[in-house]
């Protein structure tokens, strides 16, 4: 086995980068919509810090740019939930194909 | 002689851990876009989180992964299981998806895939020399509040008022309407 390295973990993050791609474009539930999403953005996470490990490692900027990403997935995701939970109650389905009108 | 071996043991420890880990992100990052029942795919969901939360604890970043634990795990999750509670009829599978859909979602990820490695590997990445400087929470926790010009102050307070800006826009959004409410609760607003 060769020992792990940045390109191992830019392959696990394009991997998962591209799992979120898939599952965004077939699933039609908002939810998992939303999942797909988080799992894209969690990719760029660990991009981020293999970069920060493996290439330039005498300074912590990755370190930040994944705690603000972080920090807005948390605000997006609680975002999107409200949407969704409101979208429920009016139209009774959280399917993208029964929410075509903006405005009702 | 039985230090090599030692050595050697140790090292293969690491990386099988490393390549356990990643199977756990990957495998259930699959599961939880394929899966037909949507709550499994939120379990599944936590279960990659939870792989690349180790990978962090492999690379040595230990507050990334904490904070991965605490927002993601702890906090994303559990309000994706409670939106799909207050949304989802109990036991109902997610509808088939169209195979053309399939198809076609498959194909553009594995192209974006397979261009992306392309590009990787014909690319050398060189690590810059230096002192490397330890992801501490007190290395941190300087950097991000110092005013410096390698300092993280500003972005810290803006993103700590778009959080407000969230959590306001939240609370409006999920306020029920009082006109809304009263047509669901089947007694129209004679007022209105």
């Known amino acids: 086995m060769m020992q792990p390295g940045l390109y191992h973990l830019l392959f696990i993050s394009a991997a998962l980068f591209f799992i979120g791609v898939y599952g965004f474009l077939t699933r039609r539930n908002l939810i998992t919509m939303l999942m797909s999403v988080e799992l894209i953005l969690n990719s760029v996470n660990l991009n981020f810090i293999a970069f920060n490990k493996y290439v330039w490692p005498q300074r912590l900027d990755g370190v930040f740019f994944t705690v603000f990403v972080i920090a807005i997935a948390a605000a997006e995701a609680a975002v999107a939930i409200a949407i969704i939970i409101n979208l429920y109650r009016s139209h009774q389905s959280i399917d993208v194909e029964n929410a075509e009108e903006l405005k009702y | ?99 053309g859909r399939k198809i076609f979602a498959a194909l553009a990820a594995f192209c974006g895939f397979a261009l992306t490695m392309v590009q990787v590997w014909k690319h050398s990445f060189t690590k810059s020399t230096g002192d490397a400087v330890e992801a501490t929470v007190t290395n941190i926790g300087a950097q991000m509040l110092s005013v410096d010009d390698n300092g993280y102050a500003l972005p810290f307070e803006v993103v700590s008022v778009l959080l407000l800006a969230a959590m306001i826009g939240c609370i409006v959004i999920a306020l029920r309407d009082k006109k809304i409410m009263n047509t669901e609760q089947g007694t129209p607003n004679k007022e209105v």
């Open chain 2, 1 to 99: 002689m039985f230090f090599v071996q030692y050595s050697i043991f140790k090292m293969n420890g690491t990386t099988i851990i490393f390549y356990l880990l990643a199977a756990l992100t990957l495998v259930s990052g699959f599961l939880s876009v394929t899966t037909r029942q949507i709550f499994r795919a939120a379990i599944y969901l936590l279960f990659s989180l939870i792989g690349i939360a180790g990978i962090y604890f492999w690379l040595n970043y230990q507050f990334i992964a904490a904070v991965q634990i605490v927002v993601y795990v702890g906090g994303i999750v559990v309000l994706i299981i409670f939106s799909i509670f207050l949304t989802q009829q109990a036991g109902e599978l997610l509808p088939k998806q169209q195979i």
